[in-house]
Each structure stands twice: as C-alpha cells, then as structure tokens.
C-alpha cells in the first residue's frame, strides 16, 4: 500500500506541474489548456515562489556540500561532524521533495479536471519530464524546425 502511495506521488510529482513550464515562454500552452487570466497569474506567483525557494535550497545544498568535502578532505575528518552534516544535506534535500510535491498540489488546486487531463495528454504526446516539453511549439511558431 506504501509502494503505491510512493509510486502515485512520484509520478504525480514528475508528469503534472505546470508550475515547471514557464507561462511567459509558452503562451501555446496557455492558449491549448485555456487558462484564464487568473489562472495564469496563480501559475506565475507559484513559478516564483518555487523558484525562489529552489534557488535558496540549492544555495543551501551547496554550502552545506562543499563543508561536507572540507570536512572530508581532512587527514583526520571527524565522524560525527560528517554523520550531522550527512543528515543536516538530507533534511535539505527532503524539503526540495516536499517543495515539489507541494508544487503539483498546488498546480492541481489552479487547474480544472479538463486542464489536467490536456495537460497529461500533452505531456505524453511530448515525452513528460524532459524540461522541454513544449520547446518544439514554440520553435514552430517563430517559423524554426524542431532540432534547430
């Protein structure tokens, strides 16, 4: 039952969030989901928080992974120093998960079920989870090919 709950959120967390598409890049997108002018300005506030708090996790990640090598570049390096800066990155990590997570409730709370299943059909029809979903649209609509 866990696995399937683990399984249901991964995907969840890899194949909705239009909060990972940039709205002012992909005006395609917001013309075939239909957005409304309000759910588009939901979507930016969301892609701006998130981006800010990834960017200030990621600030995180490094400052703490850089202390970890340090610490570990040491002839001698301290057990326990490394074992709570091991867990300290973890709990770091975890957070950017829940951020995720959060990211695609909050895209599911902004869209309509009609939204959501185009927006799945979308994303299988251009590979989910590539980061470039809708790269090709807006290539065509500046008059370039797919590739180029």
Request: hydrophobic share 35%.
């Amino acid at each position: 039952m866990v696995k399937r709950i683990m399984v249901a959120v991964l995907i969840a967390v890899f194949s909705v969030p239009l909060a990972a598409y940039a709205v002012d890049e992909s005006l395609d997108l917001v013309e075939e989901l239909n957005l409304t002018p309000k759910q588009v300005e939901q979507v930016r506030t969301q892609q701006k928080t998130r981006t800010q708090e990834q960017a200030r996790i990621q600030e995180q990640i490094q400052i703490k992974e850089k202390a970890l090598k340090d610490e570990l570049a040491k002839e001698e390096p301290n057990r326990e120093k490394v074992k709570a800066m091991v867990k300290e990155l973890n709990q770091i990590r975890a957070k950017e998960f829940e951020n995720k997570v959060n990211a695609v409730m909050e895209t599911k709370r902004i869209l309509t079920r009609e939204q959501l299943r185009e927006m799945t059909k979308l994303q299988l029809k251009d590979g989910a989870g590539t980061g470039s979903q809708y790269k090709h649209r807006t290539m065509e609509k500046r008059g370039t090919q797919k590739g180029k």
